[in-house]
């Protein structure tokens, strides 16, 4: 099995920085992408960033030039940084990881509980 687990939220003032971390442990033959999602109470799941196991990564319009995804492949673990927060960045922020347990095997996608991230106007 394969544990994700989000840590690094809470309530910032508008205008600050937080950083949010994602550890994942367990059976993970293969790490392949890393990602975050946010959502609000009556509002869909939205990606906010995502990084490939080589590196390359993607953002949501959104965030550009605000938030920085990165990952530290001998940890499995991914970190969002988050500058410039606006009160609209306020969420439960959902971390994944898309993970092979077994050398080509099938990717099986595993989610975090969730970390809130509240910004303050």
């Known amino acids: 099995q394969v544990q994700v687990v989000e840590s690094g939220g809470g309530l910032v003032q508008a205008g600050g920085s937080l950083r949010v971390s994602c550890a994942a442990s367990?059976?993970?033959?293969?790490?392949?992408?890393m990602g975050w999602y946010r959502q609000n109470p009556g509002k869909q799941r939205e990606l906010v960033a995502r990084i490939i196991s080589g590196g390359i990564t993607n953002y949501a319009d959104a965030v550009k030039g605000r938030f920085t995804i990165s990952r530290d492949n001998a940890e499995n673990t991914m970190y969002l940084q988050m500058n410039s927060l606006k009160p609209e960045d306020t969420a439960v922020y959902y971390c994944y990881a898309d993970v092979s347990m077994v050398a080509a095997g099938p990717t099986f996608r595993y989610w975090g509980q969730g970390t809130q991230v509240t910004v303050s106007s």
């Open positions: 367990g059976s993970i033959f293969s790490l392949h992408v």
